[in-house]
């Protein structure tokens, strides 16, 4: 294997990403990014509004993806004729030059404008609608003979594809990825036109989804004889110190006139810390052979054994790589590299989940697919940064609420050390929207939820699939019947790993349903676990979605009630992580029942990050509304209730997160960490202590640490030394005078020191800080540095109460794509040049252009001493 640019191949400014060369130069397989040079325009042409709507042409579109429906009777026929041929932006001679010009992965909603009468529960931005994107491309004539597959990671959504005005198919499915043969329609040695419609239907998401081609777009060319799509499945049934068996089941493509006689071999690497294999070979497969017909697949498992396995885990994610070569009348025809980890995964109802026979505690957070400012687009920086926060906070698993993850954030959690649930559908036939995956469900059900398993069985971080989340007929015979299918087609794609389901009905634990998933998962039923483990033995159980804790980023309100529904005001919702929803808990009392019933093997914590979209309790519902106000606003409420049917708020992002929009850890970060990381010297104190309205009044102070007394001081003070109890997770100063100064807090552990802060009362805002997460990135149009800006006293302390608008400025070979302050109330626009701080923190995230170079970025405020830093970006 080599990696090349592809100038040197082909003729179209593509970036490569997979190269393989057989012993004589001949090219077997490459994989190329097929992401830049794409033009873009919204709306269908005049004329053709309504031409291609889905009830129209369902028909054409359930032709692909038949590889993925298994009874052959269900199988589609395309009809005869060329869809779309009547339409202008198909056609190959279309003039495209005026429309945008855009690369790949792209967000058309995240460029905005929020506007206050877009709905707030999907996020105030314009995502809905029909997009097209055009891409002109040219194939070298020696390319005759050869196979090419176009690979879409995820576009939202109904998509269609027309190669050199010809169509090609399609996939309704936004969050699912799927491929297409462009064999029969590429001309090689010509100008190629592909051309792709998106329609995104409003009123199809409880959230933010985003819109356009949002993830990456690859084009792999093969021989005829080739590897099938997704067409390895590497188990390791054997697992031991000193042995494990490899099982390699690989699907050959035979797309040749005649019948092939081939051979498969494997050999198995170790991946080194860079992503590549190490050169040493440490297992070789006996090579199989098989006979695949002309036209059709033939699979056949070729088996190896490792020697002294190195075991992936949390701790050591360590990954190995299966090389498989094709052989047809003695020569390498393909070769196919399938990455894999070598681990046991085991869920008990005793003893919740196992990780290669150690008992280990899931501490996991659900996420949506959205990266804050940056929208839907897929980023492989961004989604590491968020790894990389919620590693530092004590995380060890993800949940893909609600749909297919991107590949990347696999591979992430693969190399990482993340354990995965990796969730198919928020609904079934019973939708949750107007225009849902319910329309879908039943035509598209078996192909996508086969796509999903097929793409990313081979990840060892995964552990779980998910077939749905709050499904509507958990409570139902239908739901079971459905349950059934899904669980028994997870079961044919890979029956190494269990199936579960996030259950939001009580009734769904004691109904049958439970009964049907291999690990039963319950959503905000912290109450319910000794009751379900009485009525199921052996059933194992997981906690699918916990707390819904909401808070705001730096927001305090007096006076402070333990009661969850306060704590509302301004549409902001206090940080002292008191306050959820009705159906939802405070942390404590998710850790608190964990503790009583250990057999739990964990949780997954609505919600990680903070995510565009349903911003509960201000999510613009009338009645949600009105039951999570204060009095005041519960009074607007009403009188807007009565007056015009509705209640207009601004939010438009979340308050769920631990993890602020930006990134910015909330106050809830330190009571995961301190629970999640027993062994991290930490103490955190909250609020901060700006308040001089409140000289001489009560001002609560709360303190979360990883150890179990703490002695708090107010100007060198003490206010007493308070030791945790059972069930306790935070420790409390209820009566605290607030006077200006600091705040001191001394951890300690079995009676010794174990951690110490403070909080101080700042001066004014004196000056901006820049503070990059690195100040070296690749020069390589991808690569990112978050920029974190503070509002800062002279002394350089954070001050918290600040709002100052900050203007950037940038030169060199770097470019701003997003600025962000994780207010969700905010409707700047993230495709800007300027921020208003929140609470004395905003972001600004620095892409380079291609070019290396130092890259200086400047931020001022007015009145304010402005601030500089560099960046570098490196070959």
């Not at 606003?633 to 929009?661: C, M, N, Q, T």
């Amino acid at each position: 294997m080599k990696k090349e640019t592809v100038s040197k191949i082909w003729r179209a400014a593509f970036v490569i990403a997979l190269l393989i060369v057989g012993a004589e130069g001949a090219v077997l397989r490459e994989r190329v990014s097929f992401n830049s040079d794409w033009r873009f325009r919204k709306g269908d042409p005049p004329g053709a509004e309504g031409v291609l709507s889905y009830a129209r042409i369902k028909e054409w579109v359930l032709a692909t993806g038949n590889e993925f429906t298994r009874d052959p009777t269900k199988r589609r026929e395309r009809p005869s004729g060329n869809l779309g041929e009547e339409v202008a932006y198909t056609r190959p001679d279309f003039d495209d030059r005026d429309w945008q010009p855009v690369e790949l992965p792209h967000d058309w909603g995240i460029e905005g404008p929020f506007k206050q009468e877009y709905p707030g529960e999907s996020g105030k931005l314009p995502w809905w609608g029909v997009g097209w994107y055009r891409k002109h491309f040219t194939v070298p004539r020696s390319s005759d003979g050869r196979r090419f597959l176009l690979e879409i990671d995820g576009a939202m959504a109904y998509a269609l594809v027309w190669l050199n005005g010809r169509f090609v198919g399609g996939w309704p499915y936004g969050y699912a990825s799927f491929a297409l043969d462009l064999t029969p329609y590429i001309e090689p040695g010509r100008e190629n036109v592909l051309a792709i419609r998106l329609d995104n239907p409003p009123e199809s998401s409880r959230w933010y989804p985003g819109g356009g081609i949002y993830r990456n777009v690859w084009l792999v060319e093969t021989g005829p004889v080739h590897v099938a799509h997704w067409g390895t499945y590497v188990t390791t049934p054997e697992v031991s110190p000193t042995s494990a068996t490899v099982n390699v089941e690989v699907t050959v493509a035979n797309a040749s006139p005649a019948p092939a006689a081939v051979t498969i071999r494997t050999r198995i690497h170790q991946l080194g810390a860079d992503g590549r294999p190490l050169p040493a070979t440490v297992a070789v497969a006996q090579p199989v052979e098989i006979s695949v017909a002309s036209g059709a697949n033939g699979s056949a498992v070729a088996q190896a054994k490792i020697r002294a396995p190195k075991l992936w885990s949390i701790e050591n994610p360590n990954l190995y790589v299966a090389v498989t070569t094709v052989i047809a009348n003695g020569r390498p025809v393909d070769e196919y590299e399938t990455r894999f980890g070598v681990r046991t995964i085991r869920f008990d109802a005793q003893q919740g989940f196992l990780l290669n026979g150690k008992r280990v505690k899931i501490q996991g957070v659900c996420n949506h697919h959205d990266l804050g400012p940056l929208g839907t687009a897929l980023n492989v920086r961004a989604l590491e940064r968020q790894l990389e926060l919620l590693k530092e906070m004590g995380a060890n698993a993800i949940r893909t609420s609600h749909n297919p993850p991107a590949p990347e954030l696999l591979d992430l959690c693969d190399r990482m050390g993340f354990l995965v649930m990796d969730e198919a559908f928020d609904c079934w036939r019973r939708g949750k929207k107007e225009n849902d995956y319910h329309l879908l469900f039943d035509d598209w059900h078996e192909k996508d939820w086969r796509a999903q398993l097929r793409r990313d069985r081979n990840h060892p971080s995964i552990i779980l699939w998910s077939i749905g989340n709050e499904i509507l007929e958990q409570n139902s015979p239908e739901g079971i019947q459905i349950a059934t299918e899904l669980v028994r087609i997870a079961h044919e794609e890979d029956p190494t790993r269990p199936v579960t389901a996030a259950c939001n009905f009580t009734e769904a634990g004691y109904n049958g349903f439970q009964k049907i998933v291999d690990v039963f998962g319950y959503n905000y039923k912290p109450m319910e676990y000794g009751k379900f483990r009485r009525a199921n033995p052996n059933i194992p159980l997981v906690a699918s979605e916990t707390a819904s804790t909401v808070s705001s980023r730096g927001e305090y309100f007096f006076p402070v009630s333990d009661d969850k529904s306060k704590g509302f005001f301004n549409f902001q919702v206090s940080s002292y992580d008191l306050y959820a929803p009705p159906w939802a808990t405070t942390p404590d009392t998710e850790f608190a029942a964990q503790d009583q019933y250990p057999f739990v093997a964990g949780e997954f914590v609505w919600t990680g990050f903070d995510y565009l979209g349903e911003p509960t309790p201000y999510g613009g519902d009338s009645t949600t509304m009105l039951a999570f106000t204060d009095a005041e606003l519960r009074a607007r409420a009403e009188r807007e209730l009565r007056e015009r049917g509705k209640i207009s708020v601004p939010s438009r992002s979340s308050y769920f997160g631990i993890i602020d929009l930006c990134g910015f850890p909330k106050d809830r970060f330190y009571l995961y960490q301190a629970r999640w990381r027993p062994d991290l010297p930490m103490v955190h104190i909250l609020p901060h202590w700006n308040w001089p309205e409140r000289i001489g009044q009560n001002v609560p102070v709360h303190v979360y640490t990883s150890g179990d007394e703490v002695e708090l001081f107010l100007n060198g003070r003490s206010l007493g030394r308070r030791k945790k109890g059972p069930g306790q997770y935070r420790l409390r100063w209820d009566d605290v005078v607030y006077e200006p100064g600091s705040l001191r807090a001394v951890a300690y552990k079995n009676g010794r020191k174990w951690a110490e802060t403070t909080v101080r009362t700042t001066g004014p805002a004196a000056r901006v800080s820049l503070n990059p997460d690195r100040v070296r990135i690749r020069a390589d149009r991808k690569d990112l540095a978050f920029i974190t800006v503070r509002i800062t006293d002279r002394d350089g302390l954070t001050v918290p109460r600040t709002h100052n608008l900050i203007r950037f400025h940038i030169d060199g070979p770097g470019e701003i794509v997003a600025v962000a302050n994780g207010d969700a109330t905010s409707h700047m626009p993230f495709k800007a040049n300027e921020m208003r701080a929140f609470n004395g923190l905003c972001l600004v995230i620095v892409r380079s252009t291609g070019r290396a170079g130092t890259i200086r970025v400047r931020a001022q405020a007015e009145g304010l001493a402005e601030a500089a830093t560099v960046i570098t970006a490196t070959p």
